[in-house]
């Protein structure tokens, strides 16, 4: 079946330092790839997206490019603020033939300090 | 702004009791979903709808229930609580209209059974 692995966490970082989380993912077809972000106390909100290979989502700064060769999609963003702090998931979708649910990684919790 | 909404927020009873968590979206979509969310973060996919009358199970087995006889709302109810039900559980929509269409999340109830 569908699965996303993500790089383990946690990532702990400096304000203005750059920011890589590697998501990787094994599917069949032609799936779509999202990042959402969790924050502390709330639900998951989504981040970006690309629907299909070499898409670029981007959003708030942050980018991420559907690389088919390398099944990857990763998420990276040049220069990180506290207010980033967050549970970062990485997640595919197969679209309509599964009814729009999605598989998600095991999630990165990402901490920026000061 | 939030358009999916959960109640409650937090929630701690007695193993046995019977609970329901409230879910309700105001956007009209046809497909929901129930997430359970572990304390490791992962989430895992235990109930579905894509309509009214519509439930189905989701890939990790659970004790709960689900109703879907409104299009806005989407309980799930637990009969008997146990320590083991203890968890974050986190609602979510998406117009099966769409393809590839996010998944708008609630703020999630958290459980805790003692």
């Known amino acids: 079946g569908d699965s996303v692995t993500q790089m383990e966490g946690p990532v702990t970082l400096s304000e203005e330092a750059f920011l890589t989380i590697n998501c990787t993912y094994t599917?069949?077809?032609?799936?779509?790839l999202f990042w959402y972000v969790q924050y502390p106390g709330e639900g998951l909100q989504l981040l970006l997206k690309?629907?299909?290979?070499?898409d670029k989502g981007s959003n708030k700064g942050f980018e991420a490019t559907y690389r088919k060769e390398t099944t990857s999609f990763h998420l990276e963003k040049g220069s990180v603020q506290v207010s980033d702090s967050a549970v970062y998931f990485c997640?595919?979708?197969?679209?309509?033939?599964?009814?729009?649910?999605?598989?998600f990684g095991q999630g990165t919790i990402l901490t920026v300090h000061p | 702004e939030a358009d999916i909404y959960q109640t409650p927020r937090y929630l701690v009873i007695g193993t046995g009791k019977k609970i329901t968590l409230e879910c309700s979206q105001t956007?009209?979509?046809?497909?929901m979903y129930w997430y359970q969310q572990d304390p490791g973060m992962e989430l895992h996919l235990i109930h579905y709808?894509?309509?009214?009358?519509?439930?189905e199970k989701g890939d990790l087995s659970s004790e709960s229930t689900v109703s879907r006889i409104r299009t806005e709302h989407f309980p799930l109810t637990l009969e008997s609580a146990r320590p083991s039900h203890t968890s974050q559980y986190l609602c979510?929509?998406?117009?099966?209209?769409?393809?590839?269409?996010?998944?708008?999340f609630g703020n999630g109830t958290r459980l805790t059974v003692t």
């Open positions: 979510a929509s998406s117009d099966l209209g769409r393809y590839n269409s996010p998944l708008h």
């Open positions: 599917a069949t077809g032609y799936p779509s």
């Open positions: 690309a629907t299909k290979a070499d």
């Open positions: 997640a595919l979708t197969q679209g309509v033939t599964s009814y729009g649910k999605l598989t």
């Open positions: 956007m009209g979509h046809d497909k």
């Open positions: 709808s894509y309509g009214v009358n519509s439930t």
